[in-house]
């Protein structure tokens, strides 16, 4: 382990690796706080509940591991590699640590897939390769994790058989480095407090803007066969489908990449606000006229009228391929459409849900 360390560690030992990575980690963070926030409410599709839980889970899990190491090198000059960390797993803190280290593992891997599948599953390739992908994302964190188990049994089995080893592999009792340790636990284990204080005030914020939303601007959703409802100002159009029980397909989750929930204003198009570049991009890729707007970005802030199907907006019931699912325009009528996707193995029919509702 040691050996492949100089391979795949070392370039982010480096100061331009270090700061790419803490870069990238703290706008992730960011990004993740702000999906948090900007959601009126949490009603959602389960996986977008699982990625948002699963992302919001991994900082608090992964600072006391990467705290700890980090302080320990930076401010007090403690080299740790592999088998010192292991040491820690196996023997000083089998009962705590080492669930907490391979919890870790499993949600970090389990929210980038889901993240990783909701990019990918609009691209038309994404279907071809499905069984590859689903044996990658099973047999890694497989592998891993019967990799860690295994080495960290062979050095505990060598920790009980050879006790000075053993002593070697931590900080002696009562000596500076002990006391080194210590401290770094105790900060990491207070950034760990900070953080969820952090997340308490996200959603007291958030309920507080709600709050001030609901009780003094509301706006009015009139959707196909006169159903009106009334959600606070800054809803978008897919969050007050929701919100409301309303079906409302939407592949990529709401980001504004699928096109899957796109709506035809049928009313007080002129008090809407321009498509941001997002929508303003996702809208020309499918060729929509201006009277469509994607319902994931589409926030207004006056009352208006949407619908589903009419002239110029196609119904598509998924990415594998652009095919009418029904007819455009018909009024009143929930369906479920039939799609036949092309897979390297051959053709084989699959039955989309739309959750659409004209």
């Known amino acids: 382990m040691q050996a492949a360390s100089a391979v795949l560690l070392a370039p982010w030992q480096t100061g331009a690796g270090l700061i ?24 959602m599709p389960a996986n977008e509940a699982w990625q948002l839980a699963l992302g919001l889970t991994i900082p ?7 705290v ?21 797993f196996w023997v000083v803190s089998p009962d705590f640590a080492l669930p907490r280290q391979l ?10 897939c889901i993240g ?52 070697s592999l931590g900080p002696a009792p009562d000596s500076q480095e002990a006391e080194f340790a210590a401290s ?15 997340m308490m005030a996200a959603f007291g ?35 007050a489908s929701r919100w409301t029980g309303i079906p409302h397909a939407s592949v990529c989750g709401g980001r504004g990449r699928c096109s899957t929930c796109k709506v035809r204003i049928v009313d007080s198009a002129q008090r809407l606000k ?13 060729g929509a006229p201006p009277s469509v707007r994607l319902a994931c970005q589409l926030r207004p802030t006056a009352d208006i009228a949407v619908g589903f199907g009419g002239k110029g907006l196609s119904l598509w019931c998924a990415p594998l391929r652009r095919r009418r699912c029904g007819r455009a325009g018909a009024p009143n009528r929930s369906y479920v459409c039939r799609l036949t996707g092309v897979h390297q193995a051959g053709y084989r029919p699959i039955t989309f849900r739309c959750a659409i509702h004209l």
């Open 116 to 167: 990783l599948r909701a990019w990918l599953r609009t691209k038309r390739a994404y279907y071809q390769v499905t069984g590859v992908l689903a044996s990658l994302a099973t047999l890694v964190p497989v592998l891993a994790i019967l990799g860690v188990v295994n080495a960290g049994l062979n050095l505990r089995d060598a920790a009980l058989r050879d006790p000075a080893y053993a002593a």
């Open 184 to 198: 770094a636990v105790r900060i990491a284990d207070g950034m760990a407090v900070s953080y969820l204080g952090l």
């Open 205 to 239: 914020l958030r309920a507080a803007r709600n709050w001030h939303a609901k009780r003094f601007r509301a706006v009015r959703i009139t959707y196909p066969g006169h159903r009106v409802v009334s959600v606070p100002s800054g809803f978008s159009v897919l969050e």
């Open 274 to 286: 321009a498509p941001n570049p997002v929508e303003r991009l996702t809208l020309k890729r499918i």
């Open 68 to 88: 700890g190491i980090r302080l320990g090198e930076f401010q007090y000059g403690r080299e740790l590699g592999y088998l010192p960390v292991l040491n820690k």
């Open 20 to 43: 790419m990575l803490y870069t990238a980690f703290l706008a992730h963070g960011l990004l993740g706080f702000y999906a948090f926030y900007r959601r009126r409410h949490l009603r």
């Open 103 to 112: 919890l870790l593992l499993l949600v970090l891997w389990i929210h980038g």
């Open 60 to 66: 608090f899990l992964l600072m006391s591991h990467a």
